[in-house]
């Protein structure tokens, strides 16, 4: 897993979602919309993923104040037959729109067997993990895709061209094998880059160094100073670089979205809109085979998957979503560790709005353990 580390205290779940909420109720949205923000956000940083957490609020905040997120968006679904629809977010969070969209996939599928809702006039949307658990959740197989502005080298070129393009595919499993119900689903979200550029971005606010291969800086030379990265390597030489080409397709082409360099840059003018594309897919494995003869069978595939020799000694071979749900549970009891400079930040923006900040659980700076699996 890619991952930088630097000085942290440890913040209450708990009080670190309230605060969120609370801080985008200031910015206008309305209360319901803020939990859902909020709750993306922090479960983020629960499951590990800090490029996706807390991290990110400042940043909405600033494009809220400058115009180009609409905080109270009025997102409409048009409906294109008995398996496909559009979602136009009408510049709203990214969270609020990917939700609807994968709600509306589930119900889709319910009546078609499988359905698919495209997505227009998005902003950054979080970890996909948040909307493809959603459908997991429903007893289906969720496909959930996005893609964001350029940053990443494509095999062989010395330019960026694609964003990280991020994909998430996610499949219930029966906690017990027994079929009754679907706690830890298997949960597959990467992106198509080697690190998320939002690792990155944690990197240059903390002032740590990121690991040699991830990033070039503006001559193509590759670089560890997060504050100089201009492109990010695809993961896989071309494997990554293809996957994420293909990404664009599904994101922009079928919602006439902007593709590739054609993106408004996350970190550019922040009173452009990003007009981000998307694609959510559902499948409802009842119309294939029984959810319970499925849950049995998919328990089958770990136990084998999980008895597997590990390369070193006492480890153990995880599947997909199983390192973020065993750090979700550490940092439900631990607390959630934010940089000293992020503390600072929100804690400069909780003056503003006269908001009391989270409670603080360590009182000495800590080095954190993890940031960030690989998304966008």
Same mark, same amino acid.
């Given at each position: #897993?890619?991952?930088?580390?630097?000085?942290c205290? $440890?913040?209450?779940?708990?009080?670190?979602?309230?605060?969120?909420?609370?801080?985008? %109720?200031v910015a206008?949205?309305?209360?319901?919309d803020? %939990?859902v923000?909020? +709750?993306s956000?922090?479960?983020?940083?629960?499951?590990?993923?800090? @490029?996706h957490g *807390?991290?990110?609020? /400042?940043?909405? =905040?600033?494009?809220?104040?400058?115009? &180009?997120?609409n905080? %109270?968006?009025? !997102?409409r679904?048009? *409906?294109?037959?008995?398996?496909?629809?559009?979602?136009?977010g009408?510049?709203?969070?990214?969270?609020?729109?990917?939700?609807?969209?994968?709600?509306?996939?589930?119900?889709?599928?319910?009546?078609?067997?499988s359905?698919?809702?495209?997505?227009?006039? @998005? &902003?950054?949307?979080?970890?996909?993990?948040?909307?493809?658990?959603?459908?997991?959740?429903?007893?289906?197989?969720?496909?959930?895709? &996005?893609?964001?502005?350029?940053m990443?080298?494509?095999?062989?070129?010395?330019?960026?061209?694609?964003?990280?393009?991020?994909?998430?595919?996610?499949?219930?499993?029966?906690?017990?094998?027994?079929?009754?119900? &679907?706690?830890?689903?298997?949960?597959?979200?990467?992106?198509?880059?080697?690190?998320p550029?939002?690792?990155?971005?944690?990197?240059?606010?903390e002032?740590?160094?990121?690991?040699?291969?991830?990033?070039v800086?503006?001559?193509?030379?590759?670089?560890?100073?997060?504050?100089?990265?201009? $492109?990010?390597?695809?993961f896989g030489a071309?494997?990554g $670089?293809?996957?994420?080409?293909? !990404? +664009?397709? =599904?994101?922009? #082409?079928? $919602?006439?979205? /902007?593709?590739? /360099?054609?993106?408004?840059k #996350?970190y550019?003018? =922040?009173g452009?809109?990003?007009? =981000?594309?998307?694609?959510?897919g559902?499948?409802?494995?009842?119309?294939?085979?029984?959810? @319970?003869?499925?849950h049995?069978?998919?328990?089958?595939?770990?136990?084998?998957?999980?008895?597997?020799?590990?390369?070193?000694?006492?480890?153990?071979?995880?599947?997909?979503g199983?390192?973020e749900m !065993?750090?979700?549970e550490?940092?439900?009891?631990?607390? !959630?560790?934010?940089?000293?400079?992020?503390?600072?930040?929100?804690?400069?923006?909780?003056?503003v709005? @006269?908001l009391a #900040?989270p409670?603080?659980?360590?009182?000495?700076?800590?080095?954190?353990?993890?940031?960030?699996?690989?998304? /966008?």
């Amino acid at each position: #897993m890619p991952q930088i580390r630097f000085d942290c205290r $440890s913040v209450d779940p708990h009080e670190l979602r309230e605060f969120s909420a609370g801080m985008l %109720r200031v910015a206008g949205l309305g209360d319901e919309d803020a %939990r859902v923000v909020a +709750d993306s956000l922090v479960e983020a940083n629960l499951r590990g993923v800090d @490029s996706h957490g *807390v991290a990110r609020l /400042p940043h909405y =905040l600033r494009r809220i104040r400058h115009g &180009s997120i609409n905080p %109270r968006p009025q !997102i409409r679904v048009e *409906v294109l037959g008995p398996a496909a629809a559009r979602v136009d977010g009408d510049r709203g969070l990214g969270q609020l729109v990917m939700l609807t969209a994968a709600e509306q996939a589930i119900e889709l599928a319910r009546r078609a067997g499988s359905a698919w809702v495209a997505v227009a006039n @998005s &902003s950054h949307c979080g970890a996909l993990a948040y909307y493809g658990l959603r459908i997991a959740e429903a007893g289906m197989i969720g496909m959930v895709f &996005s893609h964001v502005d350029t940053m990443v080298l494509p095999h062989g070129s010395k330019e960026p061209f694609c964003g990280t393009n991020p994909l998430c595919i996610t499949s219930p499993r029966a906690a017990d094998g027994s079929g009754n119900g &679907s706690t830890g689903a298997l949960c597959l979200d990467m992106a198509t880059s080697k690190v998320p550029w939002n690792t990155v971005a944690n990197a240059a606010t903390e002032g740590v160094p990121i690991e040699e291969g991830w990033a070039v800086d503006a001559d193509g030379n590759g670089t560890t100073d997060a504050a100089a990265v201009v $492109s990010l390597h695809p993961f896989g030489a071309y494997k990554g $670089s293809g996957l994420g080409l293909v !990404i +664009d397709v =599904l994101c922009a #082409m079928l $919602s006439d979205s /902007p593709f590739g /360099p054609d993106i408004p840059k #996350m970190y550019g003018d =922040l009173g452009e809109p990003r007009r =981000l594309g998307g694609l959510v897919g559902a499948i409802d494995i009842g119309r294939f085979v029984p959810l @319970s003869r499925f849950h049995a069978r998919v328990a089958e595939l770990l136990q084998r998957w999980g008895a597997l020799a590990p390369c070193e000694p006492g480890g153990r071979v995880l599947f997909p979503g199983e390192p973020e749900m !065993i750090e979700r549970e550490r940092r439900l009891r631990e607390g !959630i560790p934010l940089g000293l400079r992020l503390l600072g930040e929100l804690e400069a923006l909780a003056a503003v709005a @006269s908001l009391a #900040m989270p409670g603080v659980l360590t009182g000495k700076p800590k080095a954190a353990r993890r940031q960030a699996v690989a998304r /966008p």
